[in-house]
């Protein structure tokens, strides 16, 4: 027990921040290197359909929100963690001074959902009295505020996935669409079918390829995201039921 609060009060700065900018480093190395051998160039010149090119921008949007809400995880984590060091080391009062939750020694808790949840805790105990504090209800409103915008990261690599599909679809469309009008007599007309054929592969192939690699990268970095938000949920969970709610339903006994 003593061992894991150590591990509490020094936490790992931004840990969740460091480990999405160690794998979007890795992404972009290898974006650069695709760029470097002329990849992005074949890929825009051969995508007549320009879906390729939509499913970079959606990645790179979609990794922007990433990148934000894993910075706004981050964030609360420390802060989750500061309170933790506060608060769990003795059972004291706490109590609420305006929008802030205020320790018996007058330490003020970082803001942050954590503390708002703590502070709606004790205004919950406050006023229903001597009735058991359930805070089930809370927890589900942290956990929705928590997970909530995470949301958008199964739609947007749902989406990119769609569109490489979608772009096979059309690629087969634009292959298939030059044998109507074959000629197998004619040499001229069945090496331009050749070549609309080929134009239509490899819209196919591109785009297909575009979608997976986009919607594999996102999933990934969304599941760190989701990760790193479940291990603050559960810190939050722990730090209440624990140092919180016990302790408010003993001044409650008292």
């Known amino acids: 027990m003593t061992v894991r609060l150590l591990e509490r009060e020094f936490p790992y700065d931004h840990l969740p921040l460091l480990r999405w900018l160690i794998f979007t480093g890795v992404c972009a190395f290898g974006g650069v290197l695709a760029w470097h051998y002329g990849l992005f160039h074949l890929m825009l010149a051969s995508d007549k359909t320009y879906i390729s090119a939509i499913i970079v921008v959606l990645y790179v949007a979609a990794t922007a929100h990433c990148c934000v809400r894993t910075a706004a995880i981050s964030r609360e984590t420390d802060a989750a963690q500061r309170v933790f060091a506060l608060v769990s080391r003795g059972t004291q009062e706490l109590r609420v ?8 020694e007058g330490t003020r808790l970082p803001a942050g959902q954590i503390t708002t949840h703590i502070r709606n805790l004790i205004l919950k105990a406050g006023l229903q009295k001597h009735h058991r504090l359930d805070q089930t209800l809370l927890l589900r409103g942290l956990a929705d505020a928590l997970r909530g915008p995470n949301a958008l990261g199964g739609f947007a690599s749902d989406a990119l996935l769609k569109l490489g599909l979608l772009g096979t679809v059309i690629g087969f469309i634009l292959m298939l669409a030059p044998i109507a009008g074959l000629d197998a007599a004619d040499r001229a007309s069945v090496k331009s079918s050749m070549g609309l054929m080929s134009d239509g592969m490899a819209v196919a192939m591109y785009t297909t ?11 990934t ?8 938000t479940a291990k ?9 039921e624990v140092f919180v709610v016990s302790v408010l339903e003993r001044e409650q006994d008292g």
Do not use: R
């Open 209 to 219: 390829l575009t979608g997976l690699i986009g919607s594999i990268l996102l999933q």
């Open 97 to 104: 001074v305006g929008a802030e939750v205020v320790t018996a």
């Open 232 to 240: 603050l949920f559960g810190l939050a969970t722990d730090l209440t």
């Open 221 to 228: 970095q969304y599941y760190m995201l989701d990760e790193a």
